[in-house]
């Protein structure tokens, strides 16, 4: 073969010349674009591995003051002594649930939570004194909530009568009472649409909670979430209606104030008389009554205490939060379940000292499985009669009692009375029903129907529970426009014809709510079973009369009235809480199923905590109150998209977790390699004794590690361990494992 000519032979060769050098330089590059690299990876790594131990350490130090150092940090920052602290976080993971993560024990997350009650913090404050992130203080603080309520079985106090051998002087003279009940209100963040709902009488937006507890302060039975314009009777009524609700055995009874009626089960003051202590300064009863108000006054006043020590508790409930309403009712019962645990395991509560002076004697509980309880609450001619003769017999023991200068009193009492009867003048006036009586047309009533909707979308007239003053005299304007004939007056016919259209509007509303119960268009009128309404006016007489009454303004008046009447519809107890808490807890691990069809029908499968069959869920869910049907309705399956974003979060979290586990070994190649460096110092025998040491006072076995990795490489420390006392070395030990946590 012939040679090729010199000047293809030159082109050629700076052809490969060209290409090595070419090669070359693009191996530099590549070989300096890696290092780049591994140094900016190794130098972010040893920075977080930094911070997160200064984290860690930080925690673990705001920890120890909250529940090591001693029980009046623990009680000012948690409400509750460190042994009270310790029962909780083993009743919340035995009973409750509750298990530890690999990067969160259950000391500190129950820590988190009461301390978010006890002061009102938010989220962003709790994770900047945990050094956690917010989403795990969010989470976590669900976490404990649920797992708190389901200790409802324990921690609610079981009801007991007062029997003849009581010995306390307020309630020796109720025998068979099983202690007090009462309602008060407790400030909420609900929904925008359901504020005129929450508004209360003193324009406070807030819950109507019923309390019932007995004579040492504990609570029996929590009913939050009715809104803040519901009526305390209707309250009651709802709490003994419930199937796990308030139970009151026949032949025992509840102290109750005036706001209630006195029926069988729940004695009430009498009316028109003195009632509050501070009534009885200097007077001395002088009627059975009066005598009877005192005791009862004395009596009930416990439940009011009660009030005041968990809203000084928990500040909390002091001013409304920014949960979701139904998460906020369950705060409240949680709440209620650990101030019956201080309670109950705190021998002193120093948050009673702030409330009253006096001590509350604890008594025990029984359970009678075999008892009739009280289904109705309606007042009786016997009840009256047994109250009647309580306050007779009360007022002859008292007053049979020796005492001195009686008489001087007495006469004393009966020159006053005289004098003020002989001062008082009572002008007589002029009364009689039906005196100014006016006949309304129909059309009449039209237009005051038309005057009260157009006064409802007036923002100038219209407030959250009803009207500005005055609106009348714009009604009657407004109607004297429409019909120049009309002759009826502000006052008494048009506000009193505005009352009796409430008061139809009213129940009528209320049962077309009901199951078994809707409203006919046609006939305007309701439109239910005769067997239903006559059990439904057992409990609601107001709604006497209406089956077959013809309102053809109910539609209309749903605009005036319709967003202000309470309904009822968040409130639930603690056993439904509870059962709801499992319900999402049931839906969250189905949901989480790597298999895309499953979740669906597992969801459906799970009608309720204890249903096992499709047929069995929909047999229960079917038997669903309206009040429950509307909040599972929130409750829809599992989309594709949802699933598919499930997983997403899934991988997040696998990768997170080997990024940390390429850190951790990270971390442990840098400890061999200053270990290394270091000689040995400490023999293998010698060794063996300090181990043995470190596990005998108590040291945790992830601390075991790095104290014995410390005295390997400080045997001074060895030697100062085993010359202190046994009861200083375990404070010793800790020093040097955590020294920026010794303040």
């Not at 649930?97 to 009102?120: C, D, Q, R």
């Not at 009524?237 to 009874?253: K, M, T």
């Not at 790095?706 to 404070?731: G, Q, T, Y």
């Amino acid at each position: 073969m012939a040679r090729l000519p010199i000047i293809e032979q030159r082109r050629k060769l700076k052809k490969l010349l060209l290409l090595q050098q070419t090669t070359n330089n693009m191996l530099v590059l590549l070989f300096a674009l890696y290092y780049v690299l591994i140094c900016s990876y190794l130098r972010y790594n040893v920075r977080h591995i930094k911070t997160k131990e200064e984290k860690r350490v930080n925690r673990m130090r705001w920890m120890c003051r909250l529940t090591m150092d001693c029980d009046s940090a623990c009680i000012s920052q948690l409400r509750m002594d460190r042994a009270t602290f310790r029962i909780l976080c083993d009743m919340v993971a035995n009973i409750g649930g509750l298990k530890p993560t690999k990067n969160t024990s259950i000391e500190e997350v129950v820590a988190m939570f009461i301390y978010t009650l006890a002061h009102h913090k938010k989220s962003r404050t709790i994770s900047l004194l945990f050094y956690r992130s917010t989403e795990t203080v969010s989470r976590q603080f669900h976490q404990v909530l649920n797992a708190i309520l389901k200790l409802y079985p324990i921690l609610l106090k079981k009801s007991e009568p007062i029997t003849q051998d009581c010995q306390d002087e307020k309630w020796k003279c109720f025998q068979g009472c099983l202690g007090a009940l009462d309602g008060t209100l407790i400030k909420v963040t609900p929904p925008t649409e359901d504020k005129p709902r929450f508004r209360t009488r003193k324009w406070c937006i807030s819950t109507n909670v019923l309390g019932v507890c007995c004579p040492n302060m504990q609570f029996i039975y929590v009913l939050p979430g009715w809104e803040g314009s519901a009526h305390d009777g209707r309250v009651l009524q709802d709490a003994i209606s419930r199937p796990h609700g308030l139970r009151v055995p026949r032949g025992c009874y509840y102290l109750v104030d005036s706001g209630y009626c006195n029926a069988n089960g729940f004695l009430v003051p009498y009316r028109g008389q003195r009632y509050h202590l501070k009534e009885f300064d200097g007077h001395r009863p002088e009627t059975p009554e009066e005598y009877f108000n005192m005791k009862h006054s004395k009596a009930r006043n416990v439940i009011e205490r009660c009030f005041g020590l968990l809203k000084g508790r928990w500040k909390i409930l002091a001013s409304p939060s920014f949960f979701f309403i139904q998460t906020q009712i369950r705060i409240i019962m949680a709440c209620c379940l650990m101030h019956n645990l201080i309670r109950k395991f705190m021998s002193f509560d120093p948050q009673e000292s702030l409330i009253a002076d006096e001590k509350e004697e604890s008594d025990g509980g029984s359970d009678n499985e075999e008892v009739e309880y009280i289904t109705q609450i309606n007042p009786s001619n016997e009840w009256s009669s047994f109250r009647n003769n309580m306050a007779t017999n009360m007022y002859n023991t008292w007053s049979t009692r020796p005492s001195g200068n009686v008489i001087l009193l007495d006469i004393i009492r009966f020159i006053y009375c005289y004098i003020m009867w002989m001062t008082t003048i009572t002008p007589s006036i002029a009364r009689g029903r039906g005196k100014n009586k006016q006949y309304w047309t129909d059309e009449e009533v039209e237009v005051l129907v038309d005057a009260l909707i157009e006064l409802a979308s007036d923002p100038l007239w219209k407030v959250d529970t009803g009207f500005k003053n005055g609106y009348m005299i714009q009604i009657h304007k407004m109607v004297l426009g429409k019909i120049p004939s009309f002759n009826k007056a502000v006052i008494p016919h048009i506000e009193s014809k505005i009352k009796y259209l409430k008061t139809k509007y009213n129940p009528l509303s209320e049962m077309c709510m009901q199951s078994g119960c809707q409203w006919d268009d046609v006939e305007h009128k309701i439109n239910c079973e005769k067997q239903w309404f006559d059990e439904w006016c057992l409990t609601h007489p107001n709604a006497a009369g209406l089956r077959d009454f013809k309102f053809p303004y109910l539609r209309k008046l749903d605009i005036v009235w319709g967003k202000d009447g309470a309904t009822g519809l968040s409130a639930e107890d603690v056993v439904d809480a509870s059962m709801d808490a499992n319900w999402q807890k049931n839906l969250n691990v189905s949901s989480s199923s790597d298999n895309e069809d499953e979740p669906v029908l597992d969801i459906l499968s799970q009608g309720s905590p204890s249903s096992s069959s499709c047929n069995n869920g929909s047999k229960k869910r079917k038997k669903l109150s309206p009040r429950r049907e509307s909040f599972y309705k929130k409750k829809k399956a599992a989309t594709p998209q949802q699933t598919i974003d499930s997983r997403l979060d899934n991988f997040t979290n696998k990768f997170e977790v080997i990024c940390d586990q390429m850190a951790t070994q990270y971390g442990t190649i840098t400890n061999a390699l200053i270990a290394e460096s270091k000689p040995e110092c400490i023999g293998g025998e010698k060794m063996q004794e300090v181990i043995a040491e470190l596990l005998n006072i108590s040291i945790s076995p992830m601390d075991v590690g790095r104290a014995a990795e410390i005295c390997f490489n400080d045997p001074a420390k060895v030697e100062v361990m085993f010359a202190l006392p046994s009861h200083l070395r375990r404070s010793y030990v800790l020093g040097f494992i955590y020294p920026s946590s010794i303040p």
